[in-house]
């Protein structure tokens, strides 16, 4: 080993060295309780990095761990060094600190300052997906860290390329899903100087991020991601931002300057993750499902947290949602938010004298609009362990379209979804049976997540699950968004099943003979309403165009046929493009929507 203080010396492949100033920052994230019964198990080597067991000791002042990145240099970058100092690249640098976080995808596009970094990752294992936008880029990768615990990467460029990925980073942040973004910036040297694409990205990041910082050199690349990949995933996670200057990308650093701490798995600690969206992260469904069955309570799921306990489980009144809130005494939330969905637990919604018992991992979220009758600050895990039809008639319309597809849906399947009256209606009658099997546009209600969400679950999938399948059910509108990454699906032959429920408009559009009287009367864009779109668009040649299925269905017979064909064929992905009634629309509410429209 090398001296302390020194680097690592020649037998550095034998361990790596992290400065016990380092590990002394871990101490204020965890609760002194929690830190008191893990400190032991530190001692005694029971808590171990997410990849193998390693044997911690105290050595020259320094912690010990046992096992370290073997750096796969190109022989340009080895043979740059003098005598035995072999060199690498800050790209390579980067890559090594991602995989030895257990990083294992990335999604972005390349381009001037990033694109070595896409390959130094790739040739170090990391799965890379090169999409069309970085919007969709930065929600497939919020959704990795969503169904596997550990954070995707969203690689961007400098300027608009970040730009395009902060609606990525609130989206993520919204929904408390882990997500690393990735951005290259203008060289040092030109700062101020209106280099190319120059940006004040960290800045801007902050808005949308738990953390947001620019190393200061490539030798601390490493420490910068480590504290990136752990804000992202202690606590409330969320998305967190690491700027990279472009003449860092390819600088030469010996390796004997590099000091790259491990990766702790969150989950030796207990995993301290919210929501009943969260109690789908938190991997409690267990425990939550004995307390509902021991005490016998009714449960309603929020648009993410179902499947935690099934949909079709004796105690769910999904079915009968406004009754339930409006007439419960007492309500206990796990992890649930007194937001929008919920709204806000305010009267007529609620009775005023109702009483919230809430239980939450963030402090800053317990009595938001509502004050609970009693708190209780902790994991959910922990806190629980301790204590509509179908229509015959043509065209179709939204129920008929999901009663058919709910025969079908294979019970593992995930179910992504997004659009206005196709979400609303589709959380009620599609049915999840599985918990972190449901996307959709989540708590910041965010359009044009759905086909970036699909991929990343097909990639998901593909590595842990091979032949389950995504669904991915979209409004037509909500198509639009994000419609060409059909070309990323294809290119990575990912079987996804798309379903576009078409209505020919935002809510509700036209036929194509009113759509052609309309247009006698002047120019669309003064006589066609703003919710309308072109009725009868072909989507599914969409998916033609690049090689997968392309089904057009008008009768319940047909889209029988057709989803029955496209879950039976696992080689290539699928579009159904469902034609439904223009004006068809959700059954009538008892109240009105919190966003409400005179339209």
């Given at each position: 080993?090398?001296?302390?203080?020194?680097?690592?010396?020649?037998?550095?492949?034998q361990?790596?060295?992290?400065?016990?100033?380092?590990?002394?920052?871990?101490?204020?994230?965890?609760?002194?309780?929690?830190?008191?019964?893990?400190?032991?198990?530190?001692?005694?080597?029971?808590l171990?990095?997410?990849?193998?067991?390693?044997?911690?000791?105290?050595?020259?002042?320094?912690?010990?761990?046992?096992?370290?990145?073997?750096?796969?240099?190109?022989?340009?970058?080895?043979?740059?060094?003098?005598?035995?100092?072999?060199?690498?690249?800050?790209?390579?640098?980067i890559?090594?600190?991602?995989?030895?976080?257990?990083?294992?995808?990335?999604?972005?596009?390349?381009?001037?300052?990033?694109?070595?970094?896409?390959?130094?990752?790739?040739?170090?294992?990391?799965?890379?997906?090169?999409?069309?936008?970085?919007?969709?880029?930065?929600?497939?990768?919020?959704?990795?860290?969503?169904?596997?615990?550990?954070?995707g990467?969203?690689?961007?460029?400098?300027?608009?390329?970040?730009?395009?990925?902060?609606?990525?980073m609130?989206?993520?942040?919204?929904?408390?899903?882990?997500?690393?973004?990735?951005?290259?910036?203008?060289?040092?040297?030109?700062?101020?100087?209106?280099?190319?694409?120059?940006?004040?990205?960290?800045?801007?990041?902050?808005?949308?991020?738990?953390?947001?910082?620019?190393?200061?050199?490539v030798?601390?690349?490493?420490?910068?991601i480590?504290?990136?990949?752990?804000?992202?995933?202690?606590?409330?996670?969320?998305?967190?931002?690491?700027?990279?200057?472009?003449?860092?990308?390819?600088?030469?650093?010996?390796?004997?300057?590099?000091?790259?701490?491990?990766?702790?798995?969150?989950?030796?600690?207990?995993?301290?993750?919210?929501?009943?969206?969260?109690?789908?992260?938190?991997?409690?469904?267990?425990?939550i499902?004995?307390?509902?069955?021991?005490?016998?309570?009714?449960?309603?799921?929020?648009?993410?947290?179902?499947?935690?306990?099934?949909?079709?489980?004796?105690?769910?009144?999904?079915?009968?949602?406004?009754?339930?809130l409006?007439?419960?005494?007492?309500?206990?939330?796990?992890?649930?938010?007194?937001?929008?969905?919920?709204?806000?637990g305010?009267?007529?919604?609620?009775?005023?004298?109702?009483?919230?018992?809430?239980?939450?991992?963030?402090?800053?979220?317990?009595?938001?609009?509502?004050?609970?009758?009693?708190?209780?600050?902790?994991?959910?895990?922990?806190?629980?362990?301790?204590?509509?039809?179908?229509?015959?008639?043509?065209?179709?319309?939204?129920?008929?379209?999901?009663?058919?597809?709910?025969?079908?849906?294979?019970?593992?399947?995930?179910?992504?979804?997004?659009?206005?009256?196709?979400?609303?209606?589709?959380?009620?009658?599609?049915q999840?049976y599985?918990?972190?099997?449901?996307?959709?546009?989540?708590?910041?209600?965010?359009?044009?997540?759905?086909?970036?969400?699909?991929?990343?679950?097909?990639?998901?999938?593909?590595?842990?699950?091979?032949?389950?399948?995504v669904?991915?059910?979209?409004?037509?509108?909500?198509?639009?968004?994000?419609?060409?990454?059909?070309?990323?699906?294809?290119?990575?032959?990912?079987?996804?099943?798309?379903?576009?429920?078409?209505n020919?408009?935002?809510?509700?559009?036209?036929?194509?003979?009113?759509?052609?009287?309309?247009?006698?009367?002047?120019?669309?864009?003064?006589?066609?309403?703003?919710?309308?779109?072109?009725?009868?668009?072909?989507?599914?040649q969409?998916m033609?165009?690049?090689?997968?299925?392309?089904?057009?269905?008008?009768?319940?017979?047909?889209?029988?046929?057709?989803l029955?064909?496209?879950?039976?064929?696992?080689?290539?992905p699928?579009?159904?493009?469902?034609?439904?009634?223009?004006?068809?629309?959700?059954?009538?509410?008892?109240?009105?929507?919190?966003?409400?429209?005179?339209?």
């Amino acid at each position: 080993m090398g001296k302390p203080g020194r680097g690592l010396g020649p037998d550095w492949r034998q361990g790596v060295h992290v400065p016990a100033a380092r590990t002394r920052t871990l101490a204020p994230l965890l609760p002194a309780q929690r830190l008191a019964a893990v400190l032991p198990a530190v001692r005694s080597g029971g808590l171990h990095p997410a990849r193998g067991r390693p044997r911690v000791s105290s050595a020259g002042g320094r912690l010990r761990v046992p096992w370290a990145p073997t750096w796969e240099m190109s022989n340009s970058s080895a043979e740059r060094g003098d005598g035995n100092e072999k060199q690498v690249s800050g790209a390579e640098v980067i890559a090594q600190a991602l995989k030895t976080q257990d990083v294992g995808y990335m999604f972005g596009i390349v381009g001037i300052p990033v694109t070595e970094v896409a390959a130094a990752a790739q040739k170090l294992g990391i799965r890379y997906v090169g999409m069309r936008n970085e919007q969709a880029a930065c929600y497939a990768a919020s959704v990795i860290g969503y169904l596997t615990g550990r954070p995707g990467v969203c690689l961007v460029v400098s300027g608009p390329g970040l730009i395009h990925a902060l609606g990525g980073m609130a989206n993520a942040n919204m929904n408390c899903w882990p997500l690393i973004v990735i951005g290259g910036s203008s060289e040092r040297s030109q700062e101020t100087m209106g280099a190319f694409q120059e940006f004040p990205q960290v800045e801007a990041c902050r808005l949308y991020s738990k953390f947001s910082a620019r190393p200061s050199s490539v030798e601390a690349i490493p420490s910068i991601i480590e504290k990136a990949v752990r804000s992202s995933i202690y606590g409330r996670p969320g998305a967190c931002y690491v700027d990279i200057p472009a003449d860092f990308v390819n600088l030469p650093v010996n390796v004997n300057s590099i000091t790259v701490p491990g990766a702790w798995s969150i989950t030796t600690l207990s995993d301290t993750f919210p929501l009943l969206t969260g109690a789908a992260y938190a991997r409690a469904e267990e425990s939550i499902r004995k307390l509902v069955e021991q005490c016998k309570l009714p449960f309603l799921p929020t648009p993410m947290g179902k499947g935690v306990i099934p949909d079709n489980h004796p105690n769910c009144v999904g079915a009968a949602r406004s009754r339930a809130l409006q007439f419960a005494d007492v309500i206990v939330l796990f992890g649930a938010r007194l937001n929008w969905i919920l709204h806000f637990g305010l009267p007529p919604r609620y009775q005023p004298d109702v009483k919230f018992i809430q239980v939450d991992i963030c402090a800053e979220e317990l009595g938001n609009n509502v004050k609970p009758a009693v708190t209780l600050l902790g994991d959910i895990n922990a806190v629980t362990k301790q204590e509509l039809a179908s229509k015959k008639s043509l065209p179709m319309n939204y129920y008929t379209v999901f009663y058919h597809v709910q025969e079908q849906l294979p019970t593992d399947c995930f179910v992504v979804s997004e659009g206005a009256n196709t979400m609303d209606i589709g959380r009620t009658v599609l049915q999840n049976y599985l918990p972190r099997h449901r996307l959709d546009a989540g708590t910041f209600g965010t359009m044009g997540v759905g086909l970036g969400f699909a991929i990343a679950a097909a990639l998901v999938a593909k590595d842990r699950s091979p032949g389950q399948r995504v669904i991915c059910v979209e409004g037509d509108s909500a198509f639009g968004f994000s419609g060409m990454e059909v070309e990323t699906i294809c290119r990575y032959n990912l079987p996804i099943v798309l379903l576009v429920v078409n209505n020919n408009g935002i809510y509700q559009g036209f036929d194509t003979n009113t759509w052609k009287e309309m247009l006698t009367f002047g120019d669309a864009t003064t006589v066609a309403p703003p919710v309308s779109l072109l009725p009868n668009s072909h989507y599914e040649q969409v998916m033609t165009a690049f090689g997968g299925k392309g089904y057009f269905v008008q009768t319940p017979e047909e889209l029988q046929k057709s989803l029955r064909q496209s879950l039976a064929d696992t080689t290539k992905p699928s579009l159904i493009n469902v034609m439904i009634e223009p004006q068809a629309t959700r059954k009538a509410q008892d109240f009105h929507w919190l966003t409400r429209s005179n339209m």
